[in-house]
């Protein structure tokens, strides 16, 4: 009898503890942007069930009936806290966390567990096994600023007359809008060599029309007055890439070459780094493969190439990463290369996707050895992706370079919200390119045209006969990438300050404009095709027919917004009559379709632009006196 009432008992006490599961969803955004954060950590107090946001900022998480805390956590990102009762729904909002990174010293040792460090070395070094090493207490101190930045020298106005043609390599890269985002966020203005504005404007969508024969890019152009310069005009050149659905995307061969070198350790670096390559891992389709390669003092294989339908696999591969050692970058570019040659798809994308600081300092690390190093390697077909990480020690020069002599692109990942950009919604622009080597050539008329001047593009600059030299290379456009070009223009019969006097040449005969005045210029694009070495050339002829500038599309008014917010920035002595109130009231009359926020945050950094100038105006009166 004492037996079956101590099993009722502990029976009673059973059923006692048992308690239902409810389902709480949500969606988790930047308070600021309102656009949605993907890979947030959502939990609960008090117990292990976890889980991620996705791509959308969404998640589900099953938690025990009763009032509960629920945990949000992301790199970049104040935490959260959320107390729940009976809500099924719970969205939230995450703060940024501005705080500076600071950088750690030792000052004390001790001795780590085999099993953590066998984690970190067969991560690294498959088949190696782990030697103890000593861990380090550390403290921390301020870190000194060693970014480097490639000087920019403005693009100056030319004469029409005396120097009618003009080229230039096309960029799609993104990076400095990234860069110049990072640095206002943190309270500071950017350096004036970080602020490219083509890469600004680029950073945004535009509604070009799709091509519709047989080049896989389509050209529109639009001609206005210019907002900051009373008298002159404004054109924009749009050029619009071919878009192809991801299911219709050749089959791709990529290498993640990853730095995991000491200067990785900060949080918005490889940490930033593993989450952004997740969300790559979850836009991967069964035919694609990936490998994984690593440097830090050395280089070395942690994935073979693996199928994208083994995406837990690869995760597992990227999350045992960890950083320590210095940055033989040289050796890794080698070592990825190798491996994408090995695996090398035919008719599909082979690329290395670099994720680093840019801080080599071991083998070959000067711009010229890295420089030559990718030229002689794109031969092979297999094309680079540059993604840049971090502050304090970024190095966006040695990046730039190699992203534009590997046949690929260049972006700076700040956040979790510019990886989902990079990694989700321009997945197939990122990856697959369309055109490349490509070029533009425009020769001004000057029975319309007096000066020219192209606002941006300073390091893609190429003399006129490039333009028909296929060995010369130049930029390349992916899948749904939009490029635009834009140029002040001095009207035929104007006066500008702008325009230097040149002396007329003595032994050529100076012709009188006479072409037909119904033409503002003649556009040529060259381009190859992405498995050939023979460009292919496209011609426009481009008639004079400016508008009011409240009868131009939505795209000339943003992308003037943009390039005017770059003059600022850069201090530019061609900025005439720009201001921040002006580039605000252009945006927010030009916003259009915004469905992921970008031009509603590009207006907040304005604001925050402004007011760290009129801070930075005070502080500088104030020294002064």
Known sequence: MRTIFSILILGLLFVSTIRTNRTITGRVTDASSNQPLPGVYVGFKGALANTTTNADGRYTLAIPDGPQTLLFNSIGFLSAEVKVTTQTVVDVKLKADTRALEETIVVGYGMPSKQSMSGTVGAMYPGRRAVAMPT???????????????????????????????????????AAYGNIRRFLNN??????????????????????????????????????????????????????????PTGNLPASNLVFLIDVSGSMEADNKLPLVKTALGLLVDQLRPQDHVAIVVYAGAAGLVLPSTPGNEPQKIKDAIS?????????????ILLAYKVAQENFRKDGNNRVILATDGDFNVGASSDGDMQRLVEEKRKSGVFLSVLGFGMGNYKDNKLETLSDKGNGNYAYIDNLQEAQKVFGKEFGGTLFTVAKDVKLQLEFNPARVKGYRLIGYENRMLNNEDFHDDKKDAGEMGSGHTVTALYEIIPAGSESAYLKKVDSLKYQRQAIPTGNETELLTLKICYKKPDSETSQL??????????????????LRFSASVAEFGLLLRDSEFKGNANYKQVITLAKQALGRDPEGYRGEFIRLVKLADSLSNGSAVAKKSDEK
């Open 320 to 332: 045992q990463l960890s950083a320590g050692g210095s940055t033989a970058g040289g050796e890794g």
């Open 538 to 555: 496209m011609k426009h002829v481009v008639n004079y027919q400016t508008q009011k500038w409240d009868n131009t599309s939505a795209d």
């Open 187 to 244: 309270g500071n203005l950017p350096p004036q060599d970080a602020v490219r504005i083509e890469e600004m404007v680029n950073y945004f969508e535009y509604d070009d029309p799709q091509p519709t024969g047989n080049d896989p890019v389509a050209v529109k152009t639009e001609l206005s007055e210019s907002p900051w310069n009373p008298g002159l005009q404004l054109l924009r050149i749009g050029l619009q890439a071919k878009s192809i």
């Open 136 to 174: 380090f207490q550390r403290i921390s101190m301020p870190r000194p600023n060693t970014e480097d930045y490639t000087k920019v020298e403005e693009n100056g106005f030319k004469n029409a007359q005396q120097q009618p043609v003009t080229t230039f390599s096309v960029d799609v890269d993104r």
